[in-house]
């Protein structure tokens, strides 16, 4: 479930996911656990609001985490407030930041029997001591067992609904990545849908900073032979898939041209760059890294620093955690993303400030 923050959403605006109601809380306590991502510049706040009257009222925040979170799944707990007497419900509020980049999600909503700690610390909207923040990395979790209080999203919204009383828009049920680069999940949690296979297609990641290989210039158009692969924030489009071919060859797949190191003298001799012709091979090696077979050197960003536009290069060693990269899935054609908008802008005559994010999108 996530959170699409695109035209014609504006700022702080809410999607609001309901549980049904609850029985009261026993004196010993239950634990709230679920799996959240808030990747982009323009992140929001995800909220977790226990209720125990309908409408709006009676509600507290019990969670609350605000801006970008890292490119990755992590685990969020909140205990229940004991209540012995009165159902309740649960409320996962996403508000819109500033811009298109700010797709929250969530995944693997999980409810046990006794009290827990806030993970991380600083989601506790009431601290009571300053407490070490602590977040826990990604992992598989074991199958959600069925349950009214229980949801993986697999097949369908559970016992959750849509809440229409104060929110603005809805959180949608999806699967892979959302539709807006540099932002948001590029697979859901349970299951790592949309992780492709070991060769492509997709978009090769850099791994220390989650930048991807892009084509200099944006690779919108077919380029000159010779163009320089740069990294660049943002996976998953379609003009950024690159593929590992049976026979070894690695193609950008946009326009089917093949990753060949320049050659020659200078200081550019081992820039990678593009060419119509493919003559050279490459293979994975077990720790991650893309190994270029004719020279056995392999691929990392230029002086060591995956920075916006900063050009790829091999590299005499291997294995650094500066020459991992993994594959991430590509997302749906965004030529048709745009189309909507577009037709959007139209109909609903949105204003200049909504087409220009519209645009910049594209």
Sequence with gaps: ????????????????????????????????????????????????????????????????????????????????????????????????????????????????????????????????????????????????????????????????????????????????????????????????QGVVRANGPGSLQHMLSARCLHIYLGGFSKPKEGTIIVTYDGCGENRLEFQLTSDGYLKWTKFNMCVSQRKGSGANANDLVLMNSCTEKWTFTAGGSLKHIPTGWCVMPSKGSATNNNKIVLSSTCGTDNQKFRWQPSKLHRDYFCHVLDVAFIHQLISTVIWQTSWYEC
């Excluded at 506790?124 to 300053?130: E, I, Q, V």
């Design 1 to 192: 479930m996530f959170i699409e923050a695109s035209s014609p959403r504006r700022p702080n605006e809410k999607a609001r996911f309901i549980s049904q109601s609850f029985t009261a809380v026993p004196v010993k306590g239950k634990c709230l656990h679920f799996w959240y991502h808030m990747f982009g510049a323009d992140i929001g706040t995800l909220n977790v609001l226990q209720k125990t009257a309908p409408g709006n009222k009676s509600e507290k925040i019990i969670w609350s985490l605000s801006g970008q979170q890292g490119n990755q799944w992590l685990e969020g707990r909140v205990a229940l407030s004991k209540i012995p007497s009165i159902s309740y419900w649960i409320v996962f509020e996403g508000i819109r930041g500033n811009s298109y980049r700010g797709d929250i999600a969530i995944d693997d909503i999980l409810i046990k029997d006794g009290s827990c700690p806030t993970l991380p610390a600083n989601a506790d909207p009431n601290p009571l001591s300053t407490t070490p923040v602590v977040t826990t990395p990604f992992t598989l979790p074991p199958p959600i067992p069925p349950s009214l209080y229980n949801c993986d999203f697999e097949k369908g919204l559970c016992n959750y609904t849509q809440e229409h009383i104060t929110d603005v828009f809805n959180w949608t049920r999806h699967q892979g990545g959302t539709y807006s680069g540099g932002t948001g999940p590029t697979m859901d949690h349970t299951k790592q």
